[in-house]
């Protein structure tokens, strides 16, 4: 098939390609490179089924044309991490809506099936264990720029729900629950490179707020064929389906299991959210996904545990210092 990823040299993008690439499909990348990296497209560059295009979603015209001709279209592409969401909060809103409107409104003009990314941010505060795709939102202010990301989400799942109802789009949208893995980079914001890259160079885990808040991490790897499957399988198309583990940890547990996974001599010290991220900033306390429907449609169970996710992590940022030691 011909198909077209957008965001494809950020992290879950880039492992995208290489899947799609090994099964034998024509693929075309789009990247601003705002936050993904060439780099991350190493292992494909110079594959002759694999074009990158260096360009904005919200560039229509370009969007348009990379889409025409293409069976499917992945859109990973958009503004994330919290300290992104925070530093360029006007910039991420328009990419997240204006920019996704331009691929929804081509993939249904080009009639490609679409997967588009959305998120777990999308339930805001609702603490259930366990949540369902149909569960309320609890979302905190609107000028609390924290929320503006799933703001932004949430007018794009809506947006895709009109187009699948009025317009015929098939596509399926994806609420990734906390997905991780090699190449993720904690630049942005995320936790468990940015607490792997501090354990390995001896400097203090800085956790945020209490460190009682729990996250589920999934591996990236266990993460990209529920994606393929689930753009092929027309009993998604028009849901939004979780994809996360069932693994709950809390955050302090979590600089603890790394620091010990690196065998370092760092300490955990608590920062509050309001040092962290300035204010407009507020965490929800809990977040573990029902991935139900993820396995009943494309039998989703993730198989790699926080250990594994973890060991991929130090592995993967052990391998980048060497790789600038040497060079
Ligand atoms: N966090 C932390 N220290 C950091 C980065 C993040 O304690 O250096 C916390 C953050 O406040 C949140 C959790 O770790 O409670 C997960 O943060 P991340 O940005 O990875 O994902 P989120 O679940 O917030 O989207």
Redesign the pocket.
Known sequence: MKIFVTGAAGFIGSHLVEDLLSDGHHVTGLDDLSTGRLSNLRVVAGHPGFRLVQGSILDEALVSELTAGCQQVYHLAAAV??FVIRDRTLESLRTNIHGTENVVDAAARCGAVLLAASTS?IYGKNMKPGLCEDDDRIIGSPLKSRWSYAEAKAIDESLIDAYSRERGLKAVIIRFF?TVGPRQT?RY????P??TRQALAGESL????T?D?I?CFCHVYDVIPALTKLIAAPAAYGLAVNLGSNEPIS?NDLAERIIAATDSASVVTHTP?LD?YGSGYE??QR?IPDCTLARTLCGFTPRRTLDDIVAAVVNDQEASRSAVVAS
């Open positions: 991490g919290s941010e906390n904690g914001g995320m936790v468990i940015r607490f800085t956790v945020y707020g460190g808040q996250r955050i959210y962290a965490d929800m977040r």
